[in-house]
């Protein structure tokens, strides 16, 4: 079964940088588009960032300048670079992957990992 693992959240200052990482095992088909989401309290999910197969990557205008999507193909990992953190970015972050071959495709999830920025 396909599982979608992600690492990296934690607490951080305002102004402050996290990493996150994400890493699609089990995995016996092709991988599409990688992103990330996040979800704050009382919130919808809502898209951060996001990349396809061959690294064209687009953003929520919230997070332009200062966050940066990367993938490793090889690896089947996706990073999430976040630099200049503020309160506004706390959030539970959730990976998600479009994964399958031919016309069958399926969206996957990551479990989330919490970051959260506070002094």
């Known amino acids: 079964q396909v599982q979608l693992v992600e690492s990296g959240g934690g607490l951080v200052q305002p102004g402050g940088s996290l990493g996150l990482s994400c890493v699609v095992s089990r995995s016996p088909f092709s991988i599409n588009t990688m992103g990330w989401y996040r979800q704050a309290p009382g919130k919808e999910r809502e898209l951060v960032a996001d990349i396809t197969s061959g690294g064209s990557t687009s953003y929520a205008d919230s997070v332009k300048g200062r966050f940066t999507i990367s993938r490793d193909n090889a690896k089947n990992t996706v990073y999430l670079q976040m630099n200049s953190l503020q309160p506004e970015d706390t959030a539970v972050y959730y990976c998600?992957?479009?994964?399958?071959?031919?016309?069958?495709?399926?969206?996957?999830w990551g479990q989330g990992t919490q970051v959260t920025v506070s002094s």
């Open positions: 998600n992957a479009d994964i399958g071959r031919g016309l069958s495709w399926n969206d996957y």
